[in-house]
């Protein structure tokens, strides 16, 4: 375990550790822009530089990413000399990088933004005319680059060969003429993680498309979440609009909708990635919604239809419940324990693969997509779904089931966020909120549980799901 010293100050370092890693660790900042603790070093920026002493009295100079540690040696981060070599390399890296931070989607939370506040400040050395390279260049349906503001930091092109696998971005020519580029057979546009490059890139040159010039960062707040797409249950931040900044004048909705959703570090469960489907939430939970109980496909308030629903349980002599997979741990339990004893109960998938999606590779992305169902099968078991004869009620909880495969002349109460047609052919039907609009836990396939909390209020004659159960189960009502 070698220890060494930061500007005069103890650190210890884990073995295998790079001077950058533990200085990181320890509380000592050091700049960079291509350093990724989830790449290998490419060592090209030249930012994190550092000096340490050589016991005769002087300095030599050296990047931190890529230098081993020794026992007892003595690094400097703040020298002046150390200052003015990242000055620069700032100086240099800036010479044909536009300074248009204004209408660049990465403002905000770009590190060349903080690092030329910190290190520079002054206006660039060179009076030559900026060489001028491609503008929104398209990479896939889904990326584009904006070539001018690269530094061609080959994160992107590490991430594709080393993390993705796809091999499918690379550095085209030389010096102030390189350009990253997609491979020509499409790679980029079939890998499942590409968007990860956008949030790996350290300025901004790799931009969505979905979110280009929809919001600035300074007016979004990120809440916590789990991505419903598969077993897997990466941890995410879903963003949206802060309540502070809410828009009156344009489209209301965009104060409750999702801007961008981007991975949140766990270790345990994704790392720092996350695939496409998971970018893509926005398309699951804002398809349009189921805002009115229906009985027999007729509108009613809820309080009615929560009657009716309670008739139906206490008159139903064998009641079956198909339990949504994508069900929280709370909702389950609520379940469990309010109903769980009245129904035969069977979990149902509630998702599957859509054509065209990837069912299963080697990072991250699981065949089944249904978020909960080992915590749903651990509560109520993993038997197929069967209906025993003199079936005449079924609770169906969720998406996913065919009523055609509803036994003849039972009775259907069905739980449902969205507009669908089976919703009018229950004989009542209920609007539960969506996963943006309540908390809760999910627990993956390996048993890991994750949380989400809400992001949005639920809509106007929408009922939890919990609230829902409690209500059949000890006939309380539930406002409408």
Known sequence: MPDFFINGQPV????????????????????????HPNLSIAGNCRMCIVDVEDGKGGTW???????????????????ESVRNRR???????????????????????????????????E?????????????????????????????????????????????????????????????????????PYSDNVVDICPVGALLSKDFMYRSRVWYMKPTPSVCPGCERGCSVNIWHRRPEWKLNALDPRRNASIDRVTPLDNPAVNGPWICNKGRDLARIFERP???QALLKGKPAGLAEALARARDLVAEAKRPVALVSSWGSNEELEAFKAMLGSRFASFVKHDAVPSPGEVIEDAVLIKPDKNPNRRAAEA???????????????VLVWGEGFNFAGLPRGAQVI????????????????????????????YTNFEGTVSEFRACFGKKAGVADAAEVFAALATRERVAA
Request: hydrophobic share 35%.
């Open 12 to 35: 210890h370092a884990e073995p295998g550790q790079t001077v950058l890693q533990a200085a990181l660790a320890a509380g000592h900042y050091i700049p960079y822009f291509c350093w």
């Open 61 to 79: 100079s050296e990047i931190a990413c890529n230098m081993p540690i020794e026992e007892g040696m003595k690094v400097l981060t703040e020298t």
């Open 87 to 121: 000055k620069e390399t700032l100086q240099l890296i800036l010479l044909n990088h536009p300074v248009d931070c204004g209408i660049c989607d990465k403002a905000g939370e770009c590190m060349l933004q903080d690092q030329h506040y910190e290190y520079h400040g």
């Open 123 to 191: 206006r660039p050395v060179s009076f030559e005319p900026k060489v001028t390279a491609t503008k929104f260049h398209s990479l896939s349906e889904r990326i584009v680059i904006d070539n001018e503001r690269c530094i061609c930091c080959s994160r992107c092109t590490r991430f594709t060969a080393e993390v993705s696998g796809s091999h499918s971005l690379a550095i085209q020519f030389r010096g102030d003429h390189s350009l990253v580029r997609a491979v020509e057979d499409g790679a980029f546009d079939r890998d």
């Open 289 to 291: 919604r189921a805002e």
């Open 379 to 393: 509560l109520f078991g993993d038997a197929p779904i069967s209906f025993p004869e003199g079936t005449d009620l």
């Open 414 to 441: 069905f739980l449902n966020s969205y507009l669908q047609p089976e919703n009018g052919h229950a004989d009542v039907f209920l609007p539960i909120s969506v996963q943006t609009e309540r908390s809760g836990h």
